[in-house]
Each structure stands twice: as structure tokens, then as C-alpha cells.
């Protein structure tokens, strides 16, 4: 399983962040399987951004769901997300995972992408 | 949402202590938290998930206990490559979140 972030590094404010997550070692149209975005403001914590799963139900941070849109395209296995009218803290490592369950209810992110550093600047 | 709340923020150990983090959920997550490792400039690593289910690989002086609001990560023995930030996350809600993270330094 390997997964990869790719999308602009700079951007200004008030534009639109597109991203794309392009994986292989399985699909999304798997029943189990979800592909998420987490980020890392540099220097900080980790937070949770979106999700998209094999059913093609989508999940959004309550304080950026305004924002945030959530795609894939199983032909291609990538997963696409957009962030509109950027400003300067959502500058961070942006990371796609893909999460699954233990064959239970029990769910977790197994597998990370390297991170894409993307900075809002003027 | 789910509130996470991890506890020390940053702590200093030596080789071989014992060390424990805490992890408090705003509500209850019955069982439905995982562990993260990440050092820098890396993604974060799989540790435990299901409070308690070592990932494939990791070492067994990493476990974790807990239910309900209330979980710990304890590392038995820390070796150098334990010096890392730690972050717990839960799952019981599709509505993922993470907890502050906990930096383990060299003391």
C-alpha cells in the first residue's frame, strides 16, 4: 500500500487549494476502505480535515466543512480534496491515509503518504 | 465533535524509564482509540488502535489501557528510538480527531 500528495505548494490568500491523493495496494471500491486527509500546521498537532469512504459517503471537519470538498475517482484510485478561500493557518503538511477497520467496528489510519507541504502567503 | 485532551504535553526520560502519556476523550469513546508515533519530518506511525491492539511490528514494551473517556499509552523500557511525539486519535466517531500530541525528549 503506498499513497502520495500531490498539488501546489504556494498559494495566496483567498484561493483554492487543490490536492490529490493517488494510491495503489487497494481500492475504494472495497467495502472497508476510506481514504482521509489529516494536516500539520508546522510545529503542531495533527488534524483531522476529511474523509471519503468505499460507499462514497463523505465526512468534514465541523470548523472547515464550509470549505471542504471530498472526491475519488476509483478508475484512477485517487481521492481529491479542495479548500476554498485559503488564508494563512491553513498553511501545512497535508497528508492522505488510508484508514480500514480490524474486521470489527474498530477503525484506524494504517497507512500515510509522505505530507505535501502547502504554505498561504502573500 | 470529540474533544481530545492529552497529557503531559512534553516530558524527558532516559533510556530504559518507564514513561506513561494520558488521553481523555469529552465523551465517551468506549474503546475506539488509537496510537500515533511520529518523528520528525515523518508521517505518523500506527502504534496501538483499539485502546490496546499492538499494529503488526511494534514492540511489545508499548501498550495501552483504557474505555470510556480515560486511556494511557505506556512505553516499558524507552529505547532512543522512542524519542518521538505521540498522539492519540478516536475512531468512534466518523468525525476523526487527534489529541494535542506528547513530545518524549532526551532527559
Known amino acids: 500500500v503506498t499513497l502520495r500528495e500531490s498539488g501546489p505548494a504556494l498559494l495566496k490568500p483567498t484561493q483554492t487549494l487543490t490536492l490529490t491523493c493517488t494510491f495503489s495496494?487497494?481500492?475504494?471500491?472495497?467495502?472497508?476502505?476510506?481514504v482521509t486527509w489529516i494536516r500539520q500546521p508546522p510545529g503542531k498537532a495533527l488534524e483531522w480535515v476529511a474523509l471519503i469512504d468505499w460507499e462514497d459517503d463523505k465526512y468534514y471537519n465541523t470548523s472547515l466543512k464550509t470549505r471542504l470538498s471530498i472526491s475519488k475517482d476509483t478508475s484512477k484510485n485517487q481521492v481529491v480534496l479542495t479548500l476554498t478561500n485559503l488564508n494563512p493557518v491553513d498553511t501545512a503538511t497535508y497528508f492522505c491515509?488510508?484508514?480500514?477497520?480490524?474486521?470489527?467496528?474498530?477503525?484506524?489510519?494504517?497507512?500515510w503518504g509522505q505530507g505535501t507541504l502547502v504554505t498561504v502567503s502573500s | 465533535d470529540i474533544q481530545m485532551t492529552q497529557s503531559p504535553a512534553s516530558l524527558s526520560a532516559s533510556v530504559g524509564d518507564r514513561v506513561t502519556i494520558t488521553c481523555r476523550a469529552s465523551?465517551?469513546?468506549?474503546?475506539?482509540l488509537n496510537w500515533y508515533q511520529q518523528t520528525p519530518g515523518k508521517a505518523p506511525k500506527l502504534l496501538i488502535y483499539?485502546?490496546?491492539t499492538l499494529q503488526s511490528g511494534v514492540p511489545s514494551r508499548f501498550s495501552g489501557f483504557g474505555s470510556g473517556t480515560d486511556f494511557t499509552l505506556t512505553i516499558s523500557g524507552l529505547e532512543p528510538e522512542d524519542f518521538a511525539t505521540y498522539y492519540c486519535?478516536?475512531?468512534?466517531?466518523?468525525?476523526?480527531?487527534f489529541g494535542g500530541g506528547t513530545k518524549v525528549e532526551i532527559k
Open positions: 483499539a485502546t490496546s
Open positions: 491515509a488510508r484508514m480500514r477497520s480490524n474486521g470489527a467496528s474498530f477503525t484506524f489510519v494504517d497507512y
Open positions: 495496494g487497494f481500492s475504494l471500491n472495497t467495502s472497508d476502505m476510506r
Open positions: 486519535q478516536q475512531s468512534y466517531s466518523t468525525l476523526l480527531s
Open positions: 465523551q465517551s469513546i468506549s474503546r475506539h
